[in-house]
Every structure is written in structure tokens, then in C-alpha cells.
């Protein structure tokens, strides 16, 4: 299990759920976890919390999420649509795509690889 810290767990568990196509499990002020395909993903409560910037000028290396889609720009719209942002600054835009999620964390849109007939 990962457990993540939050603003507000309720809202980014709904997030996750949406945008993986899990379930939110546990749900209230202080946490909320999605869970699918064997996976569970918590989100703590924090006072103060701050999400990494983007970019981050001072260049500390931070883990992002990774997900990989069909197609960058349908699922940028879809989950634009559902609570997450696209910020204006996009290195490698050509290949994959930064969007913010519902806590402003930055998490990575990657195409799935091409497959071979």
C-alpha cells in the first residue's frame, strides 16, 4: 500500500477513483484509500499541506504517478474534466504530458506502448 498526504483526502480519494476507474474505499476528513487490481493507494490528512510545484526551479527530485493512457489529449480533457489541471509548462509535451491533480500534485500522462500485430 502507498500512502500519500493530502489537503483533503475525501476529494482525492473521489479523484483517483475516477480517473483509475477504482473504488474509493475509506472515506472521511483525515483519509480516504482507492483501491484496484490489488493496489491500495491511501491519502492522509495534513494540516499546511503543500503540493511539489510545477516546475519546480529548485529541482528536488520528488515520485510522481505515472499513467499510461491511449490517448494524451482525450485523457488530459477527461481528467481535466473530473478535477485535475494542465499547467502551461510542459517538458516533453511531444511524448507525454504533465497534469496537476485535485491536491496540485504533478502526475505524468505516458501513451501506451505501441503493439505489434
Known amino acids: 500500500m502507498l500512502s500519500i498526504g493530502s489537503a483533503d483526502p475525501a476529494m482525492t480519494a473521489r479523484f483517483y477513483a475516477a480517473a483509475l476507474g477504482w473504488e474509493v474505499t475509506h472515506s472521511d476528513d483525515s483519509y480516504g484509500m482507492v483501491e484496484g487490481n490489488g493496489i491500495k493507494i491511501g491519502f492522509g490528512k495534513i494540516e499546511g499541506f503543500r503540493p511539489a510545484q510545477w516546475p519546480d526551479g529548485a529541482d528536488v527530485k520528488r515520485f510522481h504517478r ?36 485535485s491536491d496540485g500534485r504533478p502526475f505524468y500522462l505516458n501513451p501506451l506502448p505501441a503493439t505489434t500485430p
Do not use: F, T
Open 66 to 101: 505515472d499513467l499510461q493512457v491511449d490517448d494524451l489529449d482525450k485523457a488530459a480533457e477527461r481528467l481535466c474534466a473530473i478535477g485535475a489541471s494542465q499547467p502551461d509548462c510542459q517538458h516533453g509535451a511531444w511524448s507525454w504530458r504533465v497534469l496537476l491533480d
